[in-house]
């Protein structure tokens, strides 16, 4: 067989040289033949050559025939059907044109969309990646939380289904190389990280167990980015020191090119992480990664985890919650989420778009068909056969797609760099490229999408009674009722598509408008936030940094224009509250022997931080300068917490033991204050606060200003002060806290206009969809028109009898898609905030949104046909 299709193959490449030797063998015989019969019967030349030409049987079928022999004819007039195919289209701007355009953006966008899909639900960059766990404590399927160092320390002593476990810890800290310092997450990792990740470097060596030791030199592990950004390149970056947190730290490896994210975890900068043997179960706060044991599945894992949990238990009094385990889960889905539900959204937004797409181009193939019926009829006449006349038709439209496949590429890569830009909150999203998975994709598609287009002619040649199909002409084939109806179907089917995908954007854009409307707790103006770091290796204790917090907030309060300055540990209202939460037990109302104790968001702050955010104080106090660590430990609450865990009750004197601390000094309640929402503006703002003076100092906290005028004007003076008193503290995130409020609600604004952005394209082509389908009936009904106008029928009458026509169509889609609508939208109801997902004023507006372009769709059309002048319409006819 492959020396069968090799001889095709050559056949096929030299096929010129082989017509040319046998067009010279064919003069050669004929040559001789005619010499003959000069010779031999006395003929002259001429005659003598028509009977040789007429005794060798016909050059052309001689030569069809060698053709076939070689089995490569059907290969060229494919190729001479494609070059013809071509030419048409060229020809036929017009049609061509809108087709490839789009086709190009069907394709583009479900490329795009496809490309962002396969990277961040297919593998991990990590050998094996489906043995890599992470491990939580869970005490329900809903309630799960990262573990602590004695967790930690019994998961790698006692877990026997784990070959490799590892910790990470972060920190934002103060890192410079060489520049001013700069605020950066830095993550610190056991040995078992990378080694359970199977992460090898592309120069140097990785964190070892040596580098975990007390005393040990700080080394550091940097990606390929921050050592081109700031290194001078990998190859000069190992030995190279990095001021971390005010120490040095020795570069001991660069991580290869585009890996600068590890276990879904961003950064530039990965040091060793040294623990202290635990003296209680919490606090908790390591994010742990494990990779199962060769032959141990997930479910295995997990119950040999319990039994660590069980164990850990009996060492840990302190620890309450009895109903707590060691949980591992598959890293890949711990890092996506609810990644697949957004994902999932933008699939089936861009496959109705493309589905749009394809009946819209169907559409106009049909009309196009109709105009080629008599070519076709004289082929069939001519002798074409009915699978030759298909092939024809067929590539046609394939290469029409092929056309819309190159344009949708270009379309794809900038819509790719696109949702990227606009999907930030997507795990792996910008990993995404248009590769050559990606092109075999739109290649797929651009197939099917001709298939698609080239089926109702294909049905019509596939006919029985194809000679009187043909005979039929325009009227029966092309302009009958059955086209009429096909053309009918593929507009109702455009709006029944259209309407899911124009309901979802509404309700998205309903869902953002009431986000925006949000009252966050704070005011947004004239208040402004930089974030302020402050070196380890001169703040490594609590009165080190009150001594700098106590000079500097005085001359802050100094700058001009300003009235408040406040500190606090969270930046709301996105304030990613995982460490700063804290669970606590209330005296009033303890919780039952083996029950989980409630936990809650625990800010710490100075005590103008209420004043300068304008959060007001509804009951109490707020902190005083008495509140210090020598006095009982005291908090403040917000009016949310209060009213859900003391309904109907006084709160003000209540107490709590908080972090599970039973010999800690009962902590009281002294002030209600105003909701500040730290979990997002969807989230209830409750939320507890303690005091930063108590000694709870933070080398990393929230600077807020309050000015008299904007709250911008004074982040110079604030920095240049900062900078004043020590060179090494770094101040970056400087902004308005209007600025914070518009970043926090970014996700559902990307949200909304991408998938805004596909409504409108669907809106856009179902509207195109009815124009052009009016608009041919116009055309063909010109004659009709001018008899009824003849008769007397005014123009409004005309238009009318179009525009119901039309709207028609464009109701029965939007009946269609609407039940579609009501099903399929369920599927948003996490997504949205304050709207139900069927809801009726939305889906309403939605309706009457699609009925108005289509009622504008149809009245361009329904206009030409109120112009037609009826003696002009009779004469063209005749």
Known sequence: MLTRLARRFRALVYGAALDQELSEEIQLHVQLETEDLIRTRGLDPVEARRQALLAFGGVERYRATQRDARGVRWIEELLGDLRFAFRVLLKSPGYTIPAVLVLGLGIGATTAVFSGMHTVLGHLPYPKDEQLVRIYEQNSPTNRWTLSVADFQAITGQAHSLSAVGAVRR????????????????????????????????????????????GAPPVVVVSDAFARRMLGGAERALGRSVMIDGNAHSVIAVLPRGLDRLAGIRGDLWTGLQLDPPTRRGPFGLFVIGRLADGITLEACRRDLAGVSLRLQGLWSDFSDRDAR????????????????????????????????????ASLTLVRTTGRWRELSLRAALGASRIRLVRLVMVECVALAAAGAALGLAIGAGGLRLLVAIGPFIPRLDEARLDTRATLFAILVALAAGIVVGAYPLLLLLRRDLDAALSGGDRTVGGGRRAQAVRGAFVIGEFALALPLLAVAALLLNSFLRLQRVDPGFEVEPVATARVSLPAG???????????????????????????????????????????????????????????????????????????????????RAFSPGDTGSAPPVVVVSRAWASHYFPGEPVLGQ????????????????????????????M?????????????WGRTVHLFIRTRHIGTDALPATRTALLGFDPGVSVDQAESMRDVFNESITQPRHLMTLLGGFAVAALVLAAVGIFGLLSYVVAARRREIGVRMALGADRRAVVRMIVRGGLWYAAVGATIGLAVALVGTRWLAETLFGVGPTDPATFLAATLALLGVALIACWLPARRAAAIDPVRALRSEN
């Open 171 to 214: 920190r934002s800290v103060p890192v410079s190389a060489g520049t001013e310092p700069q605020t950066a997450t830095v993550s610190l990792v056991t040995s078992g990280f990378m080694t359970a990740l199977g992460v090898r470097p592309a120069l140097g060596r990785l964190i070892e167990p040596s580098d975990e030791a007390r």
């Open 326 to 361: 060691l949980t591992p889960y598959s890293l890949r889905i711990t890092i996506l989420g609810d990644t697949g539900r957004t994902l999932g959204l933008f699939g089936a937004a861009v496959l109705l778009v493309l589905l749009i797409a394809v009946a819209n181009v």
């Open 538 to 620: 001169r703040y490594g204790d609590a009165a080190a940094l009150q001594s700098f917090w106590n000079q500097v907030l005085p001359a802050l309060g100094q700058i001009g224009g300003v009235t408040h300055v406040g500190l606090g540990d969270a930046l709301p209202p996105n304030a990613n509250q995982t460490f700063n939460q804290n669970n606590f037990d209330l005296i009033a109302h303890p919780v039952g022997e083996g029950r989980p104790q409630p936990v809650s968001s625990w800010i710490t702050v100075t005590r103008d931080y209420f004043a300068a955010l304008g959060v007001p104080l509804l009951d109490g």
């Open 655 to 682: 107490q709590m033991i908080e972090g599970g601390c039973t010999d800690c000094p009962r902590t009281t309640i002294v002030g209600v204050v105003g909701d500040v929402r730290y979990d997002g503006l969807t």
């Open 684 to 696: 209830p703002g409750e939320a507890i606060y303690g005091p930063m003076e108590e000694g709870n």
